[in-house]
């Protein structure tokens, strides 16, 4: 077990603009604030998108996209380091009209309809990704 000590800094509050790419968007505020450890959560709409599945047998995310709109149930994910790079892992579950959900990876191109979110900053602490040899993941 790996675990980490770190204070709350700044706290973003805000929402992006219709049609933004949202994991873009996100990652791009965060490289403009110097935010390199935090969390962030979201809620909102998107036009069009998907989610991602790692499937740990054959070690490789499969993608179920959707070219409609659908909710943002919840969306929380972190904000680390990966390769010397700003990196947002998130997840983030979807609902269609009837009020199925889906679930999984943010992945690029959820394209939002209406956003708002909320990014913490941790202080005092750098969360670099590496190679996992249990999993084969990049975790801190």
């Known amino acids: 077990m790996k675990t980490f ?68 149930v919840a969306l929380q994910g972190n904000i680390s380091e990966k390769d010397g790079e700003v990196f947002l892992h998130c997840h983030v579950v979807l609902a269609d009209r009837e009020g199925r959900c889906f679930g999984g990876h943010l992945l690029e191109g959820n394209l939002a309809f209406a956003c708002e979110f909320t990014i913490t900053e941790y202080r005092g602490i750098t969360l670099n990704r590496t190679g996992d040899p249990a999993t084969g993941l990049m975790l801190w």
Do not use: H, P
Not at 35 to 42: C, R
Not at 46 to 65: A, K, P, S, T
């Open 5 to 72: 000590e770190t204070e709350a800094g700044r706290v973003l509050v805000g929402r992006l603009e219709r049609g933004d790419d949202m994991l873009d968007a996100l990652t791009g505020l965060c490289k403009q604030n110097g935010i390199t450890a935090g969390a962030v959560w979201a809620i909102g709409a998107i036009e069009r998108g998907g989610v991602g599945y790692y499937d740990q047998q054959e070690g490789r995310y499969l993608e179920n996209r959707f070219d409609s709109g659908m909710e943002i």
